[in-house]
């Protein structure tokens, strides 16, 4: 088993900064990958970004330039930082983890979600 417990949302106002954590724990052997979707009310998930284990990044393009994901290999943490915030990124942002076990068996985890409010 593999928990991911998420941290750091809230609200906050237009063009505010919020920064998000995930921090993953259990029977982890290796992390292949981390990241961060997002679902609107009424609207699909949606991957915000990931990073891989080599520090490879990938974002969905209208967070480019707003938003940075980071990680602690050691803490098994992924992180979020989020500038120039608009209301449109008002969501439930989930963060998700995939890799290996202790027992070699392949795992893909997500989180509780965490609420973002953008608002004035």
């Known amino acids: 088993q593999v928990q991911l417990v998420e941290s750091g949302g809230g609200l906050v106002q237009p063009g505010g900064s919020l920064r998000l954590s995930c921090a993953a724990s259990?029977?982890?052997?290796?992390?292949?990958?981390m990241g961060w979707y997002r679902q609107a009310p009424g609207k699909q998930r949606e991957l915000v970004a990931s990073?891989?284990?080599?520090?490879?990044?990938n974002y969905t393009d209208s967070m480019k330039g707003r938003f940075t994901i980071s990680r602690d290999v050691a803490k098994n943490t992924v992180y979020l930082q989020m500038n120039s915030l608009k209301p449109e990124d008002t969501a439930v942002y989930y963060c998700?983890?995939?890799?290996?076990?202790?027992?070699?068996?392949?795992?893909?985890?997500w989180g509780q979600g965490t609420q973002v409010t953008v608002s004035s």
């Open positions: 259990g029977s982890i052997f290796s992390i292949n990958a």
């Open positions: 998700f983890a995939e890799g290996f076990t202790t027992w070699s068996r392949t795992f893909g985890s």
């Open positions: 990073i891989t284990s080599g520090g490879s990044t």
